[in-house]
C-alpha cells in the first residue's frame, strides 16, 4: 500500500516540476512574470509558507497551464463499469474497461482557445479547477477515484516551482528552440529528453 502510494506520488509530482521549469524556461516573459509575483510576496526573508504561497495566482495558472498540456497520467486509471451505463448517446456494457483519453479532451480545440500554446492568462479569473468538477481539464480524474493525492502533488508542485523561481537563476546549455518537448509514454508521460539547465544562487 505505502509503495503503491509512493510510486503514484513521486513520478507523477516530479513530472510536473520539470515540464513546468521547462515551459518556464521556454517561456520567459511568463518566468518574468512568475519572479515578479514570487519575488513580491516571499518577500526579502526568503521564507516560503504554505500561506504565501496559496497568494500565487500567477504561479497557480501557471501549473495548471502546465498539468493541462503535460499530463502525467493521460488515460487515467482504467475504470470498470459495475453495471451498464447510459452516458449520453452511448451505452457502455457492464464489466467493460474505461479509458479516459484527459490528454486529448485538455488539448481539444472545442473547449480550449489556441490549446497547444502555453498560455496561463486562460486560467486567470475563472474558477476552472483541477478538483474534478471542470470535466476539459481533469488531470487528477473525477469522481469517486480521483487522486486522493491531490491537494499533497499542487502543495509539493507549488512551493518546489516557487523556490526553484525565486532563488535561482536558471540556465539553459544551449538556445531555447533546441529544447526537446518530445515525451514518452510508460507507467505515465514524462519527458522524453530529461530537462538540462544550470542553477545559480542569488546573491
Ligand atoms: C502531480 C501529481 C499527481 C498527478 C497528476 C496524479 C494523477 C492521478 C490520476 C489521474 C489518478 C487516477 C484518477 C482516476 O482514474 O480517476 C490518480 C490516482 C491515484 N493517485 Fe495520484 N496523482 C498525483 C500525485 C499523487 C500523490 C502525491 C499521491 C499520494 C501521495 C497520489 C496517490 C494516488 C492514488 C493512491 C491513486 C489511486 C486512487 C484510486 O484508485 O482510488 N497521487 N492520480
Redesign the pocket.
Known sequence: MSY??FL??TE??SN?IEWAMTELLLNPDIFSKVREEVSTTIGQDGKIHEAKILKLPYLHAVIKET?RLHL??PL??P?KTETEVKLGQYVVPKDTQVLVNAWSIARDPRYWDNPLKFNPERFLGNEIDYKGKHFEFI?????R??????P??HR??SLMVTSFVYHFEWKLPHDREEIDMNDIFGLTLLRATPLLATAIPFK
Not at 488531470?139 to 469522481?143: D, E, L, M, R, V
Not at 477515484?145 to 491531490?150: D, E, F, T
Open positions: 503503491g502510494l503514484a506520488g507523477t509530482s510536473t498539468m502525467s497520467v487515467l486509471v475504470h488531470p487528477f480524474g473525477s469522481g477515484r480521483i487522486c486522493p493525492g491531490a499533497l502533488a509539493v508542485v
